[in-house]
T-cell receptor, first 113, second 115 residues
Framework: DAGVTQSPTHLIKTRGQQVTLRCSPK?????VSWYQQALGQGPQFIFQ???????QRGNFPDRFSGHQFPNYSSELNVNALLLGDSALYLC????????????FGQGTRLTVV | GNSVTQMEGPVTLSEEAFLTINCTYT??????LFWYVQYPGEGLQLLLK?????DKGSNKGFEATYRKETTSFHLEKGSVQVSDSAVYFC??????????????FGKGTHLIIQP
């Protein structure tokens, strides 16, 4: 079982650019959530995708958008990058809209310069 | 809104010492409660969970009891090992008609165990 896989592992972008991060959920999981973890902080919920729709959203601006594909994999897109977007981006997968246990990937470290 | 407060770190203990990491929460309804652990350079791993009041979650010698009257979910271990050194996150998840909300995390407690 491959678990949750994220790509790339590290990324450096310039302010104002756009970035796309990718996530493949654990086998058998159909729900994907994205989190932003700033250095020294706990993860902050960005949004959750289930049945290819955004079901829940945290307190993040519209610059953060996502997509879920028919195979349940997901992308996180961030437009007009700011220095403050530098963080570890974590993807978590679970089963069903009410899955109680979320499995996390190792994250993508985004640095905005 | 929902929030989780956990004790500030770092917490430094000697091997075989008793561990307590305090966690309190604010949420409407009846959330599920979790402890996650993050080892250096790795993602989050679920350590234990409790889904209703008075439930006790346990795993790898760690325990936490869901106390609704004190809105707490303190993590305990009777005898810590060097390998327990990591960052520990307390988290909650609410459930509504639309399904499960995203997890709400505390800021994390860095635990350092010295031999």
């Amino acid at each position: 079982d491959a678990g949750v896989t994220q790509s790339p592992t590290h990324l450096i972008k310039t302010r104002g650019q756009q970035v796309t991060l990718r996530c493949s959920p654990k086998s058998g999981h159909d729900t994907v959530s994205w989190y932003q973890q700033a250095l020294g902080q706990g993860p902050q919920f960005i949004f959750q995708y289930y049945e290819e729709e955004e079901r829940q959203r945290g307190n993040f601006p519209d610059r953060f958008s996502g997509h879920q594909f028919p195979n349940y994999s997901s992308e996180l897109n961030v437009n007009a990058l700011l220095l403050g977007d530098s963080a570890l981006y974590l993807c978590a997968s679970s089963r069903g809209a009410e899955g109680t246990e979320a499995f996390f990937g190792q994250g993508t470290r985004l640095t905005v310069v | 809104g929902n929030s989780v407060t956990q004790m500030e770190g770092p917490v430094t203990l000697s091997e075989e010492a008793f561990l307590t990491i305090n966690c309190t929460y604010t949420a409407t309804g009846y959330p599920s409660l979790f402890w996650y652990v993050q080892y250096p350079g790795e993602g989050l791993q679920l350590l234990l969970k409790a889904t209703k009041a008075d439930d006790k979650g346990s795993n790898k010698g760690f325990e936490a009891t869901y106390r609704k009257e004190t809105t707490s979910f303190h993590l305990e271990k009777g005898s810590v090992q060097v390998s327990d050194s990591a960052v520990y996150f307390c988290a909650l998840r609410r459930y509504s008609g639309g399904g499960a909300d995203g997890l709400t995390f505390g800021k994390g407690t860095h635990l350092i165990i010295q031999p």
